[in-house]
């Protein structure tokens, strides 16, 4: 016998709501699609983000941003009708893209179809306009509107910042150039107090100092409650070619922080994920400056955190900065060169780095190997000495995410050098460090331990100077003796995740 939750399924709003949702994306994928953002929720995703909400009573305004076809509202109505929640939702969908508006109001048709206890409404704007006349100081005096429910896949892209529209945000203090950051935090302003928003977006707001502010205003006004990780990249929108990792999380408008439950599935939608609950002091530490979004995974990445995070020294109390390569090569072009040969000194680009040290010229690798010296590049040099290089951009699925090499100035034949802009610097003052300490350095960001502590807090590709300087480090005198040994080993996993725990006690069988 077929349940109410089979029927919906079958022939229910989302179902509809698929069906459109599939035929727009086709129709759209090479016009204009792009240019808005647009990466239309499927419905087994759109079933999580409704799942992740708790139950609420009475009238509930809804506020679905960007809705697209509906499938959102749809996936929300459907659930609160199959569980039989005692309220009503009056739902507001926002949408630009005109082509959409029919199968958006098709789908809140269907909706009120389901149950006469949903009432929707379409809005045929573009969101940050509609939500910033609406979030405005001056609507603090009046009745202002507020919703008790956001659920959103917001736009993926970058906004103009000369726009009219972003200059608004700007004087709501909304400082974002990013497309699904602004319709977040300004749809955050529009919640009431214990209002729920549950969202999927990229993840690379977790991390960083681009999203500093955004992370800041997030968890100054709201509580973080829910997470869900995807396992795997790009397959929640795999028909979609989205390249970020997505997250779905939820956030409440309470100062009360409890802890927070995480989530971790394969990313279709369709299997029962994994879950546990962490304090809210592992997912955001009281005491990091850059207010780093972490998501352990399991218990076990709760331990590895709290071991890392007790660590004594960082970045800077060692007196070692980290920075970006100087060399940006597309800006460059005319100053590289194929050979190393008179006038022209070596150039070091991420695929020198292999097995903790330097292969350079390595024929191997399609890139140039040298610049032009001329007064244009003189000042992306560096003078030869030891340095620890990180690679800049990996992913998650790659074996490792943090990748370090010394660089020694017996591997070159120039007493000065320049690193390309896809390789970070670890240097003291603009010159080398101490031979053990560099060592030390890299086989510690070489680490297992490390590597899994990473994951926690960057869901994208880069690993930017910043991650860097904010991890935790041993001490000096650790990180000295753990060198003296590195630099006479060839780099391997097992023997480096060894002598880490050797020289690193506070580290010994977290893993």
């Given at each position: 016998?077929?349940?109410?939750?089979?029927?919906?399924?079958?022939?229910?709003?989302?179902?509809?709501?698929?069906?459109?949702?599939?035929?727009?994306?086709?129709?759209?994928?090479?016009?204009?699609?792009?240019?808005?953002?647009?990466y239309?929720?499927?419905?087994?995703?759109?079933r999580?983000?409704?799942?992740?909400?708790?139950?609420?009573?009475?009238r509930?305004?809804?506020?679905?941003p960007?809705?697209?076809?509906?499938?959102?509202?749809?996936a929300?109505?459907?659930?609160?009708?199959?569980?039989?929640?005692q309220?009503s939702?009056?739902?507001?969908?926002?949408?630009?893209?005109?082509?959409?508006?029919?199968?958006?109001?098709?789908?809140?048709?269907?909706?009120?179809?389901?149950?006469?206890?949903?009432?929707?409404?379409?809005?045929?704007?573009?969101?940050?306009?509609?939500?910033?006349?609406?979030?405005?100081?001056?609507?603090?005096?009046?009745?202002?509107?507020?919703?008790?429910?956001?659920?959103?896949?917001?736009?993926?892209?970058?906004?103009?910042?000369?726009?009219?529209?972003?200059?608004?945000?700007?004087?709501?203090?909304?400082?974002?150039?990013?497309?699904?950051?602004?319709?977040v935090?300004?749809?955050s302003?529009?919640?009431?107090?214990?209002?729920?928003?549950?969202a999927?977006?990229?993840?690379?707001?977790?991390?960083?100092?681009?999203?500093?502010?955004?992370?800041?205003?997030?968890?100054?006004?709201?509580?973080?409650?829910?997470?869900?990780?995807?396992?795997?990249?790009?397959?929640?929108?795999?028909?979609?070619?989205?390249?970020?990792?997505?997250?779905?999380?939820?956030?409440?408008?309470?100062?009360?922080?409890?802890?927070?439950?995480?989530?971790?599935?394969?990313?279709?939608?369709?299997?029962?994920?994994?879950?546990?609950?962490?304090g809210?002091?592992?997912v955001?530490?009281?005491?990091?400056?850059?207010?780093?979004?972490?998501?352990?995974?399991?218990?076990?990445?709760?331990?590895?955190?709290?071991?890392?995070?007790?660590?004594?020294?960082?970045?800077?109390?060692?007196?070692v900065?980290?920075?970006?390569?100087?060399?940006?090569?597309?800006?460059?072009?005319?100053?590289?060169?194929?050979?190393?040969?008179?006038?022209?000194?070596?150039?070091?680009?991420?695929?020198?780095?292999?097995?903790?040290?330097?292969?350079w010229?390595?024929?191997?690798?399609?890139?140039?190997?040298?610049?032009?010296?001329?007064?244009?590049?003189?000042?992306?040099?560096?003078p030869?000495?030891?340095?620890?290089?990180?690679?800049?951009?990996?992913?998650?699925?790659?074996?490792?995410?943090?990748?370090?090499?010394?660089?020694?100035?017996?591997?070159?034949?120039?007493?000065v050098?320049?690193?390309?802009?896809?390789?970070?610097?670890?240097?003291?003052?603009?010159?080398?460090?101490?031979?053990?300490?560099?060592?030390?350095?890299?086989?510690?960001?070489?680490?297992?331990v490390?590597?899994?502590?990473?994951?926690?807090?960057?869901?994208?590709?880069?690993?930017?100077?910043?991650?860097?300087?904010?991890?935790r480090?041993?001490?000096?005198?650790?990180?000295?003796?753990?060198?003296?040994?590195?630099?006479?080993?060839?780099?391997?996993?097992?023997?480096?995740?060894?002598?880490?725990?050797?020289?690193?006690?506070?580290?010994?069988?977290?893993?």
């Amino acid at each position: 016998m077929a349940t109410v939750v089979d029927e919906l399924v079958a022939a229910g709003p989302l179902a509809r709501a698929e069906q459109c949702r599939i035929a727009h994306a086709e129709a759209s994928a090479d016009n204009g699609r792009a240019e808005l953002g647009q990466y239309f929720t499927p419905a087994p995703i759109a079933r999580l983000l409704a799942d992740m909400f708790e139950p609420v009573e009475g009238r509930v305004r809804v506020l679905d941003p960007g809705a697209g076809v509906g499938s959102l509202s749809a996936a929300l109505v459907e659930r609160a009708a199959s569980e039989g929640w005692q309220c009503s939702l009056d739902v507001t969908a926002v949408e630009i893209d005109d082509r959409l508006l029919e199968s958006l109001d098709s789908t809140l048709t269907d909706c009120r179809d389901v149950t006469q206890a949903a009432e929707g409404q379409v809005e045929h704007s573009d969101f940050l306009t509609w939500g910033a006349s609406r979030a405005a100081p001056e609507m603090f005096q009046q009745d202002r509107q507020s919703f008790d429910l956001v659920i959103m896949n917001p736009p993926y892209g970058k906004m103009r910042t000369a726009s009219a529209t972003n200059e608004r945000l700007r004087r709501l203090g909304i400082r974002t150039s990013n497309l699904y950051s602004a319709f977040v935090w300004l749809a955050s302003r529009l919640l009431a107090p214990d209002g729920q928003l549950v969202a999927i977006t990229p993840r690379s707001f977790c991390n960083g100092s681009y999203f500093r502010a955004f992370r800041q205003a997030l968890l100054d006004d709201c509580a973080l409650r829910d997470i869900h990780v995807f396992e795997s990249r790009g397959t929640a929108f795999r028909d979609g070619a989205v390249l970020q990792e997505n997250i779905i999380f939820r956030i409440v408008r309470s100062p009360r922080r409890p802890s927070v439950q995480i989530a971790v599935s394969s990313g279709s939608g369709l299997d029962e994920p994994r879950r546990h609950e962490v304090g809210a002091d592992s997912v955001v530490h009281p005491k990091d400056p850059r207010l780093f979004i972490r998501i352990p995974e399991d218990r076990a990445s709760v331990v590895l955190a709290e071991h890392l995070g007790g660590l004594p020294q960082t970045l800077s109390g060692l007196g070692v900065t980290a920075s970006t390569g100087r060399v940006v090569d597309f800006r460059s072009r005319e100053y590289l060169r194929e050979e190393c040969d008179e006038g022209a000194i070596p150039l070091i680009y991420p695929g020198h780095l292999k097995r903790g040290r330097i292969d350079w010229p390595g024929r191997s690798n399609s890139k140039p190997c040298a610049i032009a010296e001329s007064s244009a590049t003189e000042s992306m040099f560096l003078p030869a000495g030891d340095y620890v290089l990180v690679k800049r951009f990996s992913s998650k699925e790659e074996r490792r995410r943090v990748v370090a090499a010394v660089l020694g100035p017996g591997d070159l034949p120039r007493d000065v050098v320049a690193m390309e802009n896809h390789v970070n610097v670890l240097h003291v003052s603009n010159r080398g460090m101490e031979l053990d300490l560099a060592w030390g350095l890299a086989a510690y960001l070489n680490s297992t331990v490390v590597d899994q502590f990473f994951r926690q807090f960057n869901g994208h590709t880069q690993v930017n100077a910043a991650d860097l300087e904010s991890l935790r480090y041993p001490n000096v005198d650790s990180l000295l003796s753990l060198g003296a040994e590195a630099r006479s080993t060839e780099f391997e996993q097992a023997a480096t995740d060894s002598l880490v725990q050797r020289h690193v006690p506070a580290l010994e069988g977290v893993l």
